[in-house]
């Protein structure tokens, strides 16, 4: 069973903090790796996606991996009440039917004002 | 472009009625899915379609069979619907299975008595 684990808080940070959320999966054979946020009520959307160890940013957000930990996380740097939302952690890998895409149970953030 | 629609946004059956789940996606995409998403488990793919024409089972297939009408369109149906499929249901597609990235529609909120 290829797993992905998150916390699900709530995770709570002061307005203008760095937010760390966290992710581990248990298939060693995931390639790719995704961050989506989800407002309360709303459907998913992709913020990240990444694919080799080390780091990725895209303005306040930054994606780590880690694939000998099977560790990724997302950092959002100067944190506003709007990134209030649960964020989705997930992880692709490959079987013999395709592509296996598996979601964890997302931790929610909230930004305090 | 509305990118991935649903209809219906919210339903109530009664145990035992069926019903369908319409998707389209303007896209172009070959790729379409079905999530299911309840608290704390995060969402969890009952059935997907790689290419127009293809459907394959996910983590919780039993109880829904699906239908990929044309490459627009991938419908998701419950033939005797049960209190334990109360959730909410989200469409999702993908430009191919090795382009990973997951567009989702707005979701449909079932609840069954």
């Known amino acids: 069973q290829k797993e992905v684990e998150q916390n699900s808080g709530p995770l709570s940070v002061p307005e203008g903090a760095i937010a760390s959320l966290n992710c581990t999966y248990s298939d060693r054979g995931s390639q790719s790796f995704f961050w989506y946020r989800q407002y309360s009520g709303k459907s998913p959307e992709l913020i990240m996606s990444i694919y080799s160890n080390g780091d990725k940013e895209d303005g306040r957000f930054t994606a780590q991996l880690n694939k000998a930990s099977q560790y990724v996380s997302l950092l959002i740097r100067d944190s506003q009440p709007s990134d209030s939302a649960t964020y989705l952690c997930a992880a692709t890998g490959r079987d013999n039917y395709g592509q296996n895409f598996v979601f964890g149970p997302g931790t929610r953030l909230s930004v305090l004002p | 472009n509305a990118g991935v629609t649903q209809t219906p946004k919210f339903q109530v059956l009664k145990t035992g009625q069926s019903m369908t789940l319409q998707c389209a996606q303007d896209?172009?995409?070959?790729?379409m899915y079905w999530y299911r998403q309840d608290p704390g488990m995060g969402l969890r793919l009952i059935y997907y379609?790689?290419?127009?024409?293809?459907?394959d089972k996910g983590e919780v297939p039993n109880g829904y069979n699906v239908s990929r009408l044309n490459k627009r369109e991938f419908s998701l149906r419950l033939e005797s619907a049960a209190p334990s499929q109360t959730s909410v249901y989200f469409c999702?597609?993908?430009?191919?299975?090795?382009?990973?990235?997951?567009?989702f529609g707005p979701g449909t909120r079932l609840l069954v008595l």
């Open positions: 896209m172009n995409h070959n790729s």
């Open positions: 379609s790689a290419s127009e024409g293809t459907t």
């Open positions: 999702a597609s993908s430009e191919d299975r090795t382009r990973e990235t997951q567009y």
